[in-house]
Nanobody, 125 residues
Framework: QVQLAESGGDSVQAGGSLTLSCVAT??????MAWFRQVPGKDREGVAT????????YYADSVKGRFAISRDNEKATSTLQMNSLKPEDTAMYFC????????????????????WGQGTQVTVSS
């Protein structure tokens, strides 16, 4: 099994920055990702990283503003969020899987079987 714990959610002004962190414990994972969800909408893939290679994919809505990274020794994924907008307001979830295939479909929630509890990000205008 894998347990994921997110941290770093907060309330910020538009244009500000936040850093989210996710620590994985248990089995080794090969993809870590960040998703976000607002009430009444589907969970949206924001960014994903292939932990062995560092390759990444991003949702178009965050390209150039968000950056995902990983520290394999610490089994940690970090999402650096810059130039935040009110529409970035959501509950952010860390996800992971032991599946190794890495394509653009790795931004789909169905590709992940381990999930954290979520951390709230609120961006005010």
């Amino acid at each position: 099994q894998v347990q994921l714990a997110e941290s770093g959610g907060d309330s910020v002004q538009a244009g500000g920055s936040l850093t989210l962190s996710c620590v994985a414990t248990g089995w080794t994972v090969y993809k870590m990702a960040w998703f976000r969800q607002v009430p009444g909408k589907d969970r949206e893939g924001v960014a994903t990283i292939h932990t062995p290679t560092g390759h990444t994919y991003y949702a178009d809505s965050v390209k150039g503003r968000f950056a995902i990274s990983r520290d394999n020794e610490k089994a940690t994924s970090t999402l650096q969020m810059n130039s935040l907008k009110p529409e970035d307001t959501a509950m952010y979830f860390c996800a992971a899987t032991r599946e190794t295939t890495f394509t653009t479909s790795s931004l789909l929630a169905e590709k992940y079987n381990f999930w954290g509890q979520g951390t709230q990000v609120t961006v005010s205008s």
